[in-house]
């Protein structure tokens, strides 16, 4: 792979923890923080996210229609959630939130592509009563409402089990959905005061359709590809084995403006012997697509060594769905280490950000994003430490990731914190679960390096802790100069000039020590490490 000598991107990694909103009617409202969350449940759910034009982030939740699990059994209801977080500060500004019905209102969070209108912000809502509806809430960057332009308008009929919608550069919606009864994946353009423009349907024996009893399709996602011309790609994938996820095929399609068929993909499996081969792996909800409107396409893909061991891959093919090239991202090569990629996505130079989140059952977890050029050369990774294992105190699960227009890459998700017996039982005690917003920020801003203090490396190590040997991944767009090893009281133990590959912890004392890591363009981390 090729070495990249940009600029080091550095990044900003916070979390917000156990975060709650009150309730409010087209009124913005100061977000508290509630200690005391529920049992057993998933209280939050980030999904969606924007960046506003003071910089600042907005962040769309669901949160689950609940009951406490102390004495007073207080039922809390489903609410749709919004909080506008200070890009830098990482406070809650202000938040909001509408209630209704278990799933009834599925929120999603726009921007208008028009640059002189105040209320630029959407929230596009699906409300089902005697007809499905799209409800289309207007308002600024402050969370005021214009309630006169607030819209509502009937869409078809086949979209009440189902439906998913994009806000194209044109400022329309594109909706897709299902109609099971004719068989059909259904694609629709309304204007933003309910005009219907353009529809278009595919039978199964051309487009898969999503999951129906029997059928183990997953629809993975529709985003713009291009504006000149203007286009869609459309994506997911068909799992053989509901049970282990082992075989099965991802497919996309790049799509016009008016929903035509440009070209088809369909990457397939082949599982021929188990465990000791080298296949790709596709798994619901982790497979992504970028099309580049000249035939030419990006797949994203779980990737398995052997059955203990994952990875994920960036996988470019051609009009025939042939592989032209492919990096693959194991960073942590350990056992029982399983990647899962967030998502994937294009910036402004056609550069693409891919992130992903690496788990096992000892001490390597961590939310890393990549960005790759379109030859697929590495310009950076980074990565997030570090998410405890399940079965300890406090873990991160990310949902999705944005990448803004300024170049941040954002991956955000939930937190939570529960009481796990590893050994015994899922939550012996039915403990409350206490869960928030996780959020990790990525920049171009090399004058913010002395702000990001250790959270956010160019570089993992793991595993900590350690009995012998701790082993490094570099960020190909760093080179480090040395590796130090301190004790808790400063003084300087051991020291690497060489071999930044791996660090030899053999003959030291069980107990707590600080591993430093010098860069040659003078920057430097420092990390606890803990020696068994």
């Known amino acids: 792979m090729k070495k990249n000598n940009t600029t080091c991107t550095v990044g900003k990694f916070f979390f917000l923890t156990a975060l709650m909103a009150t309730t409010g009617v087209l009124k913005a409202q100061h977000c508290d923080s509630i200690p005391n969350h529920l049992a057993g449940h ?25 009951t406490t699990n102390d004495a007073n059994q207080e039922h809390i209801p489903y609410l749709v959630k919004y909080y506008k977080i200070s890009r830098y500060g990482a406070t809650i500004i202000d938040s909001i939130a509408f209630e209704g019905p278990n799933f009834d209102m ?31 809430k207007f308002l600024d960057d402050d969370l005021n409402f214009n309630e006169e332009k607030e819209v509502t308008f009937p869409i ?66 529709m985003r713009q590809n291009g504006s000149n011309p203007l286009g869609y790609d459309y994506f997911g994938a068909n799992i053989g084995s509901m049970m282990f ?37 596709i798994n ?15 797949f994203s893909r779980n990737m398995q060594w052997q059955h203990d061991r994952w990875g994920t891959i960036i996988q470019k093919v051609n009009e025939y769905s042939e592989v032209l090239d492919e990096v693959s991202f194991q960073p942590c090569p350990r056992p ?4 899962k990629a967030i998502n994937m996505e294009k910036d402004l130079d056609g550069n693409i950000c891919y992130s ?100 956010f490396r160019p570089y993992l190590a793991y595993p900590n802790p350690v009995h012998d040997q701790i082993c490094l991944h570099y960020s190909p767009d760093v ?15 051991r020291k690497h000039n060489d071999n930044f590959e791996h660090f030899d912890m053999e003959g030291l004392l069980a107990g707590q020590y600080v591993l430093k890591v010098v860069f040659y363009d003078g920057t430097n981390y420092s990390e606890k490490i803990i020696k068994k």
């Not at 619901?284 to 990006?298: E, H, L, R, V, W």
């Open 336 to 339: 029982m280490n399983v990647v």
């Open 156 to 221: 078809p009929e086949e979209t009440s089990d189902g439906f998913f919608c994009i806000l194209d550069s044109n400022d329309d919606i594109i909706l897709t959905y299902w109609n099971w009864t004719e068989s059909e994946t259904c694609f629709a353009r309304f204007g933003l005061d309910g005009t219907l423009k353009h529809t278009k349907a595919y039978h199964d024996s051309i487009m898969p359709l999503i999951s129906t009893p029997g059928n183990n399709v997953f629809f993975e996602g």
């Open 356 to 455: 992903f989140f690496g788990l096992d059952m000892d001490s390597c977890h961590y939310v890393a994003t990549v960005k790759v050029d379109p030859d697929l050369n590495i310009l950076w990774e980074r990565y997030a430490m570090r998410m405890q294992a399940p079965y300890q105190e406090f873990m991160c699960e990310p949902t999705t990731m944005k990448v803004f227009s300024d170049g941040a890459v954002l991956v955000f998700g939930q937190t939570f914190a529960i009481n796990w017996d590893f050994n015994n039982q899922f939550n012996p005690n039915n403990q409350p679960w206490l869960r928030g917003l996780f959020l990790t920020l990525m920049y171009d801003e090399v004058e913010n390096v002395a702000e990001l203090g250790n959270a």
């Open 42 to 66: 998933y209280c939050l759910w980030p999904s969606y996210a924007i960046q506003l034009a003071d910089g600042n982030i907005l962040i769309g939740c669901c949160q689950d229609s609940l």
């Open 284 to 298: 619901p909800y982790f497979d992504f697509m970028i099309s580049q409107g000249d035939g030419t396409a990006y």
């Open 479 to 493: 080179q480090p100069k040395a590796l130090e090893l301190y004790d808790m009281k400063g003084r300087l133990i």
């Open 245 to 281: 996820f082992d075989e099965g095929t991802c497919w996309g399609f790049e799509l016009d403006s008016l929903f035509n068929i440009r070209h088809r993909y369909e990457l397939n499996d082949s599982i021929s012997g188990y465990p000791n081969y080298y296949h790709y792996t």
């Open 106 to 136: 599925l929120g999603e969070l726009k921007r208008l592509h028009t640059v002189d209108d105040k209320y630029s912000n959407l929230m596009i809502h699906r409300i089902t009563a005697n007809e499905t509806c799209l409800n289309i």
